[in-house]
C-alpha cells in the first residue's frame, strides 16, 4: 500500500499546483479527470482496506 500512498499524494501536489499556477490557460479536462482518478485510487485503496480485515 505505500506505492499507493505515494501515488495519492503525488496527486494530490500535482492538482495543488496546477490550480495554483493555472491562470485559466489549461485545459479545462486536465484537473478534473486527475481529481476523478484521485478519487477512484483513494476509493479502490479504502475499498481494499476494508475488504483485508
Same mark, same amino acid.
Given at each position: 500500500? $505505500?506505492?499507493?500512498?505515494?501515488?495519492?499524494?503525488? #496527486?494530490? $501536489?500535482?492538482?495543488?499546483? $496546477?490550480?495554483?499556477?493555472?491562470?485559466?490557460?489549461?485545459? #479545462?479536462?486536465?484537473?478534473?479527470?486527475? &481529481?476523478?482518478? #484521485?478519487?477512484? #485510487?483513494?476509493?479502490?485503496? &479504502?475499498?481494499? $482496506?476494508?475488504?483485508?480485515?
Amino acid at each position: 500500500m $505505500e506505492n499507493v500512498d505515494r501515488t495519492i499524494d503525488t #496527486l494530490c $501536489e500535482w492538482i495543488q499546483k $496546477e490550480l495554483k499556477q493555472s491562470s485559466g490557460n489549461m485545459e #479545462l479536462t486536465v484537473i478534473p479527470e486527475m &481529481a476523478k482518478a #484521485l478519487a477512484e #485510487l483513494v476509493s479502490a485503496k &479504502a475499498t481494499a $482496506e476494508v475488504m483485508s480485515r
